[in-house]
């Protein structure tokens, strides 16, 4: 038996990789490239098989942002933050806005391929009336004197 759980490594792998270095190209640079890291997690969710698929995958590849922010790249904590309970609730809530992102991306996915296959129908529709007719006009084979004179031998 083969099971498929909808699991596509590379967007999880470049996803993962896209975010953080979003995060690390913002540290060094400009903070406001930080929230471009999102795109990573958008592409590692949109990358799934399945919602509950990219969900998860959105969640996983939010865990550089989280050892990131641990190894102090947002810059130093302050106030309730600097408490043991602060730090795991701000890890806690990059995984769990990692994962909502990422459920957007897969969400995005089977909406378009939803519009794909609508999009297909639509055009199947109208295709057999447009063969009929051009059909009846390429049925003449009329040759033209101007025709004749050109591919005389």
Do not use: H
Not at 85 to 94: E, H, S
Not at 97 to 110: D, N
Request: proline share 2%; aromatic share 14%; hydrophobic share 45%.
């Amino acid at each position: 038996m083969k099971y498929d759980l909808g699991l596509n490594m590379k967007a999880l792998v470049f996803g993962a990789a896209i975010a953080a270095g979003c995060i690390l190209l913002g540290f060094q640079y400009n903070d406001w490239l930080y929230p471009f890291s999102a795109i990573g997690l958008l592409y590692a969710g949109y990358g799934q098989g399945n919602i509950k698929m990219g969900t998860l995958m959105g969640a996983l590849a939010s865990t550089p942002i989280a050892i990131l922010f641990l190894e102090g790249y947002f810059g130093q904590p302050s106030g309730f933050f600097v408490t043991e309970t602060g730090i795991y609730a701000v890890v806690g809530l990059i995984i769990l806005v990692g994962a909502m992102v990422g459920f957007v991306g897969a969400w995005t996915k089977r909406s378009r391929e939803k519009a794909m296959i609508e999009y297909e129908k639509q055009q199947k529709i109208g295709k057999n009336k447009n063969k009929k007719k051009k059909a009846e006009v390429q049925k003449t084979n009329e040759k033209t004197t101007f025709v004749d004179k050109i591919f005389k031998k």
